[in-house]
């Protein structure tokens, strides 16, 4: 039921903004209560709060982004080694709207067997969280867009799962070299969505892109 109310709300506008860093933050989180780490869909508590999750690749930096996002340095477990999250794990901000950490996906280095469980545990949380309200799936703005990622668009829009994009680590690409990849990147996608998804450029070492993403998940939960 939420999902299908929900998903009418997540537009599918794309533009930039390169100007996002504020001086003064417009949000201050002031309350976030981890929940748990869960291995599996069926184990996450019950919630009628909206739910956004974090996916991407390994390394994308689903646990900065987050660590940003609420203003805490060690809320999610962050690591230069790719494979750190591991489990499901839950987080309540603000008794407003949990946020779900993520197992990346993709990551060469781990066992077959265990690359197979966490996509299934991705997938299966992705297919059967019932208050899942929108999925920021991360891409790394300084590399092409990857099959992998690709598949994972894809997949999110056949299964009908509301996601927007959400590009990190923005400060390591000069602004011009990232417009043009920016322009790459959606190429391929033209060709088989007729609107593009809605984009947030991010740095979570540089501040960019905090105020537009708690923008955007506050137009969610609390309408007009
Ligand atoms: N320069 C820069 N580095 C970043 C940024 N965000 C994350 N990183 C770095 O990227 C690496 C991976 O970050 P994580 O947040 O642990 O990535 P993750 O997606 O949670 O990784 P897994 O849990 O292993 O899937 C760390 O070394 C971070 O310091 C960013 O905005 N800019
Ligand atoms: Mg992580």
Redesign the pocket.
């Known amino acids: 039921m939420q999902r299908a109310a929900i998903k009418n709300k997540v537009s599918f506008n794309f533009y930039f903004d390169y100007n996002m860093a504020n001086t003064i933050p417009k949000y201050h989180i002031q309350n976030v209560r981890f929940l748990g780490s869960f291995p599996q869909v069926e184990k996450t508590p019950d919630s009628s709060l909206p739910e956004f999750a ?1 996916v ?13 996002l609420c203003s805490r340095k060690k809320l ?11 489990l499901i794990n839950l987080f309540n901000v603000e008794e407003k709207w949990i946020l779900a ?5 993709g ?1 060469a280095k781990i066992s077959k067997k265990t690359r197979a469980k966490w996509g299934r545990m991705i997938e299966q949380y992705l297919l059967r969280r019932p208050n899942l309200t929108c999925v920021f799936l ?1 891409i790394d703005s300084r590399i092409p867009l990857q099959s992998i990622d690709l598949d994972m668009i894809n997949w999110l829009g056949e299964h009908r799962v509301p996601f927007i994009l959400v590009f ?5 690409v000069k602004p011009q070299e990232l417009n043009n990849k920016l322009v790459e990147f959606f190429v391929p996608l033209k060709e088989t969505w007729e609107e593009l998804p809605h984009s947030i450029l ?5 501040d ?1 892109g905090r105020e537009e993403l708690l923008d955007f998940i506050e137009s969610i939960i609390s309408p007009e």
């Open positions: 974090f991407g690749r390994s390394n994308v930096g689903k646990s900065s982004l987050i660590n940003y999610a477990k962050t690591s230069s080694t790719p494979g750190k999250t591991q950490d993520l197992p990346g996906y990551y991360l990190t680590k923005i400060d390591k991010t740095s979570s070492n540089k960019k």
